[in-house]
């Protein structure tokens, strides 16, 4: 990757890839700020039970290990990333708008599934974008990435805000705005050359696998990660039942991206070593979901938030800089499909035993999501020896 970076690229060029990057970041992650807090309450206001949200829930993570690894590995192959990107919004702007024409639980189920075929890899395949260009222009992830959590923040303030104005029921319209929104960002997007190797692509994403080191990394981070499952799915719904309004709701998450923001601004600074990133946020996830389970006063609550920070943009740029380190360029949007796959296995199982756990004990399922985040921080730490000592090369093919 420092290879690439070291052609001299005129200032524009780096520019505008950077700006058209950082308006599609911000136009995908609008999306989910309005779709992870309020599209369980659209769920529920429209009739649908528990046990039927936590199963609808969980199709954005089941497509993440089924569906969504084929996918950027064909992209990869055809060095198509960018046209995925495109038409994976597209297609995601219109099955939204499919599910909000339907209110029937089995049948949103099955529209819903479809739409996350083609959602779910948007992500990833923007990281693999972004960490391509990164190489190409010699830029940081970080900075990059925060727009995106800036956008999710407004999204999800905005939302919140239409919560107390409209009928929930309209919710879901909010969210289809976002997707037609992200579609014309994509439009934006600078084409990057491909970056061709020589080496043999079954035989390389084969190495990649066998790698103890990249499976310590996605497996501790899908932990992690999988601990905010109950957070994402059912904060909103548990806040509500407290007497919070969705303003305010809209606010708690709104302060938790703040932090996460401030984390990726701040994380060309970093020196810690990435393995000890992960696990840092590992361990504050214990604290915060602890700390949750035991129902706190709005205002600790809020300084509760502040630690999505280290619970989610600690990690996420702990993982990234590791998967730049062992995995070369030419294989990131494998591997970033194989790292959604494990975060999506264990998050579609944690979302579907969520919805059960939560009918039963409520507040209490934060101590499972604590349990989760200790393995994490468990198996990073167990593996940073490894991680330290022995680095993927660039030309190793993976």
């Known amino acids: 990757m420092k290879t690439e970076s070291q052609i001299p690229i005129a200032t524009s060029v780096k520019r505008r890839f950077a700006v058209s990057l950082a308006l599609f970041y911000s136009a995908v992650f609008a999306v989910s700020g309005t779709h992870l807090p309020f599209f369980p309450v659209w769920l529920k206001a429209i009739g649908i039970d528990?046990?039927?949200?936590?199963?609808?829930?969980?199709?954005?993570?089941?497509?993440?290990?089924?569906?969504?690894?084929?996918?950027?590995?064909?992209?990869?192959?055809?060095?198509?990333?960018?046209?995925?990107m495109m038409l994976s919004v597209l297609a995601t702007a219109i099955g939204f708008t499919a599910v909000g024409l339907q209110h029937?639980?089995?049948?949103?189920?099955?529209?819903?599934?479809?739409?996350?075929?083609?959602?779910?890899?948007?992500?990833?395949?923007?990281?693999?974008?972004?960490?391509?260009?990164?190489?190409?222009?010699?830029?940081?992830?970080?900075?990059?990435?925060?727009w995106g959590s800036a956008a999710f923040a407004a999204g999800s303030l905005a939302c919140g805000y239409l919560v107390d104005v409209i009928a929930a029921r309209d919710l879901i319209w909010v969210i289809v705005a976002w997707a037609v929104i992200a579609v014309a960002a994509s439009l934006l997007l600078r084409p990057l050359e491909d970056v061709r190797r020589k080496t043999t692509e079954t035989q390389a994403?084969?190495?990649?696998?066998?790698?103890?080191?990249?499976?310590?990394?996605?497996?501790?981070?899908?932990?992690?990660?999988?601990s905010h499952v109950a957070y994402y799915t059912f904060s909103a719904i548990n806040w509500q039942l407290h007497g919070l309004g969705g303003l305010t709701i809209a606010g708690l998450w709104t302060l938790g991206v703040i932090a996460e923001i401030v984390v990726f601004a701040l994380s060309p600074r970093f020196s810690m070593h990435p393995s000890t990133m992960i696990a840092i946020g590992g361990l504050s996830a214990v604290v915060r979901w602890i700390v949750t389970a035991n129902e706190p006063p709005l205002a600790l609550l809020a300084i509760?938030?502040?630690?999505?920070?280290?619970?989610?943009?600690?990690?996420?740029?702990?993982t990234m800089n590791l998967l730049v380190q062992r995995v070369p360029s030419h294989q990131i949007a494998r591997g970033q499909g194989y790292y959604a796959a494990c975060n999506g296995l264990l998050g579609a199982a944690t979302s579907i035993a969520s919805g059960a756990i939560y009918a039963r004990i409520g507040d209490n399922l934060y101590y499972v999501m604590a349990a989760m985040a200790a393995a994490g921080a468990l198996v990073i730490w167990s593996a940073r020896h490894r991680l330290i000592a022995q680095p993927q090369s660039e030309a190793s093919g993976g």
Request: charged content about 10%; some cysteine; hydrophobic content about 50%.
């Open 205 to 226: 994403g084969k190495a990649l696998l066998r790698d103890a080191g990249f499976w310590a990394v996605i497996a501790s981070a899908a932990l992690i990660q999988g």
């Open 104 to 146: 029937q639980p089995l049948a949103l189920f099955l529209i819903y599934a479809l739409t996350c075929v083609m959602w779910t890899p948007t992500t990833p395949l923007t990281d693999a974008y972004a960490l391509r260009g990164v190489a190409r222009y010699g830029l940081d992830y970080g900075p990059l990435r925060l």
């Open 304 to 318: 509760v938030q502040l630690g999505h920070g280290l619970t989610f943009g600690m990690t996420i740029v702990g």
């Open 50 to 84: 528990a046990s039927w949200i936590g199963l609808i829930n969980a199709l954005p993570a089941i497509t993440r290990f089924t569906t969504l690894p084929q996918i950027t590995a064909f992209a990869e192959k055809r060095h198509a990333i960018r046209a995925g």
